[in-house]
């Protein structure tokens, strides 16, 4: 069965820090990939998406992902964080040609000031 | 920007009762999910419609759960007789579909279920 894996749940980071939060997932075919976040009190929003071509992309906020097929990972990168990226953040995966997406257990950001 | 709207936003209800959940989808979609997050677990897909009719469901959708289109706009869930373990944030989703590459769900902000 498909499975998504994020290995950090909780990450503390003081602003202007690098961030990368891991996203590992389990499936054979070929797959769409998200990032989403949630702010708190906020719904669930798209950060950046990946369907195929430059397996790195770039969303909004300076974010950035990166698809390595080899490791059936996409971290999420950010450079230097700023308080206002504290919100819980979720890897997504959507087998192609399908319409059922899996979500991570989140990773949970609190950037301090 | 067009959004997916959900009502209530917070709901209390006793062990036993029944609850309905509403969403109202983005107009021009064509895919709608229900999903659930427990509180500090994760976001687990309970079911999809399409066609007005479920496409998938997980294991947790069970009997106790049902989904219905009743009109153009509204997409509801319903859990017949809850339990403790119900409680959670419920979150509706709306995909516009797009061949292979399916695009992006578009998320509600949650209804709330605290059941006593």
């Known amino acids: 069965a498909q499975s998504v894996s994020q290995h950090n749940h909780h990450v503390i980071l003081s602003e202007a820090a690098s961030l990368e939060l891991g996203c590992n997932y389990s499936y054979g075919g070929t797959v769409n990939l998200f990032w989403y976040v949630q702010y708190p009190g906020q719904h669930l929003q798209l950060l950046l998406k990946?369907?195929?071509?430059?397996?790195l992309v770039k969303g909004i906020k300076g974010f950035e992902a990166e698809f390595i097929k080899s490791k059936f990972s996409f971290n999420l990168r950010k450079p230097s964080v700023q308080w206002s990226d504290t919100a819980e953040y979720f890897c997504?995966?959507?087998?192609?040609?399908?319409?059922?997406?899996?979500f991570g257990t989140g990773t949970r950001l609190k950037v301090l000031a | 920007e067009p959004e997916v709207t959900q009502t209530p936003s917070h709901q209390v209800t006793q062990m036993g009762q029944e609850v309905i959940l509403r969403c109202v989808p983005i107009?021009?979609?064509?895919?709608f999910y229900w999903y659930r997050q427990i509180l500090g677990q994760k976001v687990e897909f309970l079911v999809s419609f399409y066609n007005n009719e479920i496409s998938e469901k997980s294991e947790i959708f069970d009997d106790q759960f049902s989904v219905e289109r009743p009109d153009g706009s509204n997409f509801t869930l319903k859990i017949r007789s809850t339990k403790l373990e119900d409680s959670a944030m419920y979150f509706c989703?709306?995909?516009?579909?797009?061949?292979?590459?399916?695009?992006?769900?578009?998320f509600g902000e949650g209804s709330r279920l605290t059941v006593l």
């Open positions: 989703a709306s995909l516009i579909a797009r061949g292979a590459n399916t695009g992006e769900l578009f």
């Open positions: 107009s021009n979609h064509l895919y």
């Open positions: 997504a995966v959507n087998s192609k040609g399908t319409y059922k997406y899996i």
């Open positions: 990946y369907f195929s071509g430059d397996p």
